[in-house]
Nanobody, 124 residues
Framework: QVQLVESGGGLVQAGGSLRLSCAAS????????MAWFRQAPGKEREFVAA????????YYADSVKGRFAISRDNAKNTAYLQMNRLKVEDTAIYYC?????????????????WGQGTQVTVSS
């Protein structure tokens, strides 16, 4: 069992930046692949980014590629999502997720552990 707590969300103007953090506890963090998903009002949850246990493999949704960067610090048991050049359409609740595998995937159903989410609001 691993517990995940997100932080770093907030209100930002379009074009601005935010850095989300996901602090993990409970098990060996480096044994888990991590990912970020988001859900906007009235929409289904969608994949944003994923990272393998070592950080050597990353995946991004086309909508965020080139603007967002996922990373992790296994010594700090923390994953990050650096979000730059934010757009109004990036407004959503952002969720951190973990799966007990070293391999990152983009399918939400394959992640067993989820945080409570952090709100990101981008104003025009």
């Amino acid at each position: 069992q691993v517990q995940l707590v997100e932080s770093g969300g907030g209100l930002v103007q379009a074009g601005g930046s935010l850095r989300l953090s996901c602090a993990a506890s409970g098990r060996t963090f480096s044994n888990y692949a991590m990912a970020w998903f988001r859900q906007a009002p009235g929409k289904e949850r969608e994949f944003v980014a994923a990272i393998s246990w070592s950080g050597g493999t990353t995946y991004y949704a086309d909508s965020v590629k080139g603007r967002f960067a996922i990373s992790r610090d296994n010594a700090k048991n923390t994953a990050y999502l650096q979000m730059n050049r934010l757009k109004v359409e990036d407004t959503a609740i952002y969720y951190c997720a973990a799966r007990s595998s070293t391999l990152a995937v983009i399918t939400s159903a394959l992640y067993a552990y989820w945080g409570q989410g952090t709100q990101v609001t981008v104003s025009s």
